[in-house]
């Protein structure tokens, strides 16, 4: 069992920073992580994934604001949001992949004032 628990969510004005952390309970060296986020009223869609040998993806819409990063030793991912606009308010949800299965966190909320 993997528990997965998100942190670092808030509210934030247009252009500001924020930075998302995932905590996992397990090792996450050989997992592949990712971000994904859920707007009110829409589908839940990957922001960004990075795998177990570091390489990373991202939505075209965050591309050049969003960076993943992952510290295995701290069983850690993080999602540092740069340039923040109205339209990346959403829950955020991080996400790993194991041989079995995918475990989800709890979901951290992200608001962003106009």
């Known amino acids: 069992q993997v528990q997965l628990e998100e942190s670092g969510g808030g509210l934030v004005q247009a252009g500001g920073s924020l930075r998302l952390s995932c905590a996992a309970s397990v090792t996450i060296f050989r997992l592949n992580m990712g971000w994904y986020r859920q707007a009110q009223g829409k589908q839940r869609e990957l922001v960004a994934g990075i795998t177990s040998g570091g390489s990373t993806n991202y939505a075209d819409s965050v591309k050049g604001r969003f960076t993943i990063s992952r510290d295995n030793a701290k069983n850690t991912v993080y999602l540092q949001m740069n340039s923040l606009k109205a339209e990346d308010t959403a829950v955020y949800y991080c996400?790993?992949?194991?041989?079995?299965?995918?475990?989800w966190g709890q979901g951290t909320q992200v608001t962003v004032s106009s």
């Open positions: 996400k790993a992949d194991t041989y079995f299965r995918t475990y």
